[in-house]
């Protein structure tokens, strides 16, 4: 019983805390994942209030947080804009892939981590957030613009490939060979295939078996069938979020919107969970040694992702400032680089304090970059094009400062003369 006790008191102050920083970072207009880590360092091990009796339960929470992410997040698609995206976006998602995930890789290398570490260590650096990217556009009005299709197009590139890099990162981690590890890959392909073509195919009947004019029996069927799939995709070793993943794919019209309205705010919730269970296992005293090396990554895949923009968008014939504020929207990381270090962490301690110091960074300078990359470039560029003036005006500049500071009078007569000259 006294357990029971301080796990509902620990538990409520958790969620009562979430929800007040909560509703902060809304009026602020910051993405409260940030917060969330910050909560987690605070309530976990070497924190300043460890929490004991709702440590168990807050890692079932996390686990259902990562499924709901997914879940929700395959919702968003449907199996024929994913084909589409495929089709048109893939060179952009090699770029991505190449300017992004090669510097956390040679990051992981260089402080001594090993193959997993690097494997692990790029995808946190590669794939972008989102969710905080959904919210930026909005927040700055510009999901009409043309360059947002672009943006989306990497985005649902990033969300598809992690389809097939996280039953790979998955294998690494249990130090499962090449060739078991190649069997995992095969499996997690295969599984994609059959998937997409399913939803193509039959997508109707699926969605048709599922549906419920009831939004309790649709809620629970939704909610058990996802948590059964991810089950067995982790117990084959594929990973339970992308088993998640395929089962939004799979639910397409009514009921996928359906899912997804009541589904929400569930993924709220146990999201800020996973959040805070990530800063409960990271010890806040081993992030100050990593900050150097997360900022010089940060600013290094900042660099990256507004590259990754620029060549998407120039792809599709977009202007400069379009190609600017799509590479500027890209650099937030979030829930996914905390999902991987999340995965990883048990294998490679050291990368969680480094992937919470990164995110922290990125999920502050993301929303910041979509808003004044555009015009930070352009006015440096303008200002680098201007020349120094020549002629007459020039040798006025330098007759006035040879001569000092004009006297009050002298100031006036050119003002009042301009004044004087102007047409009314």
């Given at each position: 019983?006294h357990?029971t006790?301080?796990l509902l008191?620990?538990?409520?102050?958790i969620?009562?805390t979430?929800?007040?920083i909560g509703r902060m970072?809304?009026?602020i207009g910051l993405?409260?994942?940030?917060?969330y880590l910050?909560?987690g360092?605070?309530?976990?091990?070497?924190g300043?209030?460890p929490?004991?009796a709702?440590?168990?339960?807050t890692a079932?929470?996390?686990e259902?947080?990562?499924?709901?992410?997914l879940l929700l997040?395959?919702?968003?698609?449907?199996?024929?804009e994913?084909?589409t995206?495929l089709?048109?976006?893939?060179?952009s998602g090699?770029?991505?892939?190449?300017?992004?995930?090669i510097?956390?890789?040679a990051?992981a290398l260089?402080l001594?981590?090993g193959p997993v570490?690097?494997v692990?260590?790029?995808?946190v650096?590669?794939?972008?957030s989102?969710?905080v990217?959904?919210k930026?556009m909005t927040?700055?009005?510009?999901?009409?613009?043309?360059?947002?299709?672009?943006?989306?197009?990497v985005?649902v590139?990033e969300?598809?490939a992690?389809?097939?890099?996280?039953?790979?990162?998955?294998a690494?981690?249990?130090?499962?060979?090449?060739?078991?590890?190649?069997?995992?890959?095969?499996?997690?392909l295969?599984?994609?295939?059959?998937?997409l073509?399913a939803?193509?195919?039959?997508g109707?009947?699926?969605s048709?078996?599922?549906s419920?004019?009831?939004p309790?029996m649709l809620?629970?069927v939704?909610?058990g069938?996802?948590?059964?799939?991810?089950g067995?995709?982790q117990?084959l070793q594929?990973s339970?979020?992308?088993?998640?993943?395929?089962?939004?794919?799979a639910?397409?019209g009514?009921?996928a919107?359906g899912?997804?309205?009541?589904l929400?705010?569930?993924?709220d919730?146990?999201a800020a969970?996973?959040?805070?269970f990530?800063?409960?296992s990271t010890?806040?005293?081993?992030i100050?040694?990593?900050?150097?090396p997360a900022l010089?990554?940060a600013v290094?895949?900042t660099?990256?992702?507004?590259g990754?923009?620029?060549?998407?968008?120039?792809?599709?014939?977009?202007?400069?400032k379009?190609?600017l504020?799509?590479?500027?929207?890209?650099?937030?990381?979030?829930?996914?680089?905390i999902v991987?270090a999340?995965l990883a962490?048990?294998t490679?301690?050291r990368?969680?304090p480094?992937?919470?110091?990164?995110v922290l960074?990125l999920v502050?300078i993301?929303?910041?970059?979509?808003r004044?990359t555009e015009?930070?470039?352009l006015?440096l560029q303008?200002?680098g094009k201007?020349?120094?003036p020549?002629?007459p005006?020039?040798?006025?500049?330098m007759?006035?400062?040879?001569a000092g500071?004009?006297t009050h009078?002298q100031?006036?007569?050119p003002?009042?003369?301009?004044q004087?000259?102007s047409?009314?």
């Amino acid at each position: 019983m006294h357990n029971t006790t301080a796990l509902l008191i620990e538990l409520g102050a958790i969620i009562l805390t979430l929800g007040i920083i909560g509703r902060m970072a809304g009026r602020i207009g910051l993405s409260p994942i940030p917060l969330y880590l910050l909560v987690g360092l605070a309530f976990g091990h070497g924190g300043l209030i460890p929490l004991g009796a709702s440590e168990e339960f807050t890692a079932v929470g996390a686990e259902i947080g990562v499924i709901l992410l997914l879940l929700l997040l395959g919702l968003e698609y449907s199996a024929s804009e994913l084909v589409t995206s495929l089709k048109t976006q893939y060179p952009s998602g090699i770029v991505d892939f190449l300017l992004n995930a090669i510097p956390g890789a040679a990051a992981a290398l260089i402080l001594g981590w090993g193959p997993v570490g690097a494997v692990a260590l790029a995808g946190v650096t590669w794939i972008s957030s989102s969710g905080v990217i959904a919210k930026v556009m909005t927040d700055l009005g510009r999901l009409g613009n043309r360059e947002t299709p672009v943006i989306l197009g990497v985005l649902v590139m990033e969300d598809l490939a992690m389809a097939v890099y996280l039953p790979l990162l998955t294998a690494m981690l249990a130090g499962v060979g090449f060739a078991g590890g190649s069997v995992t890959l095969l499996i997690a392909l295969g599984t994609v295939g059959l998937v997409l073509y399913a939803a193509l195919r039959h997508g109707r009947l699926i969605s048709r078996a599922v549906s419920s004019d009831n939004p309790e029996m649709l809620l629970l069927v939704v909610l058990g069938l996802t948590v059964l799939v991810a089950g067995l995709a982790q117990q084959l070793q594929v990973s339970a979020a992308v088993g998640a993943f395929l089962v939004g794919i799979a639910l397409s019209g009514e009921v996928a919107d359906g899912a997804h309205k009541l589904l929400a705010p569930l993924r709220d919730l146990f999201a800020a969970v996973f959040f805070v269970f990530f800063g409960l296992s990271t010890n806040p005293a081993a992030i100050p040694p990593v900050l150097v090396p997360a900022l010089i990554l940060a600013v290094v895949t900042t660099v990256t992702k507004i590259g990754t923009g620029w060549y998407a968008a120039r792809r599709a014939g977009i202007g400069k400032k379009g190609r600017l504020r799509a590479g500027g929207t890209l650099v937030a990381r979030g829930e996914f680089s905390i999902v991987i270090a999340g995965l990883a962490v048990a294998t490679e301690p050291r990368i969680g304090p480094l992937a919470t110091a990164y995110v922290l960074i990125l999920v502050i300078i993301g929303p910041l970059a979509a808003r004044w990359t555009e015009p930070l470039v352009l006015r440096l560029q303008e200002g680098g094009k201007r020349k120094p003036p020549s002629g007459p005006a020039s040798l006025e500049a330098m007759i006035a400062a040879e001569a000092g500071p004009q006297t009050h009078s002298q100031q006036t007569r050119p003002q009042t003369h301009t004044q004087s000259s102007s047409p009314l």
